[in-house]
């Protein structure tokens, strides 16, 4: 059994590649997170789980992270992710992510949507928000990314 994380930090970041893997890989680098492995997990944050985004994580380690990310191979084309964590006054909170074809804008109302719905499903105050949220216009293959990585 893992122990629970107590640390975050949100990242979101996009990049160009040759290949969709590595447009994917070069988004998680350039949010900091490529050089991780990411276990993917749902959308809870640990109650009493502080922010830190000077976090560094060491390479290799395992990794779990609430992420979402498009890829598109379709010159032109605007596609964004954004993820967002909500924090409730003395619980857990809630992560949201999502990506689409669209502006980093449309992602970060999605996202502020999706966290107040979430909060109001659960029954619970929402205290505050953050959200990062990232854009790419695709000139081959593009990756957009957003992430939020938890460590101990």
Excluded at 87 to 113: L, N, P, T, W, Y
Aim: charged share 20%.
């Amino acid at each position: 059994m893992l122990p629970t994380p107590k640390k975050f930090f949100l990242t979101a970041a996009s990049a160009e590649g040759n290949s969709p893997l590595t447009a994917f890989d070069k988004a998680l680098l350039s949010g900091r997170i490529g050089n991780i492995n990411l276990i993917r997990v749902s959308s809870i944050l640990p109650p009493g789980a502080k922010l830190c985004n000077d976090l560094v994580i060491p390479p290799g380690s395992l990794v779990p992270t609430a992420y979402g990310y498009i890829i598109s191979e379709e010159p032109g084309q605007l596609i964004a992710a954004a993820v967002g964590v909500g924090f409730s006054k003395d619980d857990f909170g809630v992560i949201m992510e999502h990506s689409c074809v669209g502006s980093r804008e449309q992602a970060h109302e999605e996202i502020e949507k999706m966290i107040r719905e979430a909060f109001v499903n659960r029954g619970m105050e929402l205290k505050e928000m953050e959200i990062a949220a990232t854009e790419h216009r695709v000139q081959k293959v593009g990756c957009a990314l957003a992430a939020v990585p938890m460590w101990y």
